[in-house]
């Protein structure tokens, strides 16, 4: 990744943190630590072992793309289409040019479904597990792993349990 790519991902993980209200120099480190730590050559090739793969949400707005993946690539299209035009999106991880990770924390159970509906993610295969919701999902060719977090989780999850 060049040096212009990895400045500007950290100028970005320091505004998110700032605009959340992170503004302890403590706080704006540890973002940028995250930010330089997703990035890394070698976080990279740790992750490309981790098979299956393994997501974690994201606190701190978080937009990245491995170093390996083209910036038009079709998985780094749809995250920054969803990025700057989705409130709802905490987060992006472009894993590869097919995969992408979303976190999205929704304002309702309802804004849940949509998101639901918007990757065509089973509701039933998917993971709850500490107030994050988990699923697989699909979008314009891309695989989405959809991370939910947020009240919508807990409220949705709630209503689930009490159909069933």
Known sequence: MSAVLRVRHAAGAL???????????????????????LQSPETAAARASLRPVT?????????TIDPDVEEDSPAADLALRLRTSQPDVLGTVVRSATEVQVTVRPQ?????????????????????????????????????????????????????????
């Not at 505004?15 to 730590?37: R, V």
């Not at 997501?55 to 937009?63: C, D, M, N």
Request: aromatic share 8%.
């Open 15 to 37: 505004q998110a943190a700032m605009e959340l209200g992170h503004t302890t120099a403590e706080e704006l480190a540890q973002a940028l630590e995250d930010c330089q730590l």
């Open 55 to 63: 997501v974690r949400p994201v606190t701190v707005p978080v937009h």
């Open 108 to 164: 309702s159970p309802d804004c849940l479904r949509w998101w639901l509906g918007r990757f065509e993610a089973d509701p039933q295969t998917g993971t709850y597990l500490g107030g994050t919701y988990t699923v697989r999902g699909r979008r314009d060719g891309v695989t989405v792993y959809l991370v939910i977090t947020g009240d919508a989780v807990t409220a949705w999850s709630g209503a689930v349990h009490r159909a069933s």
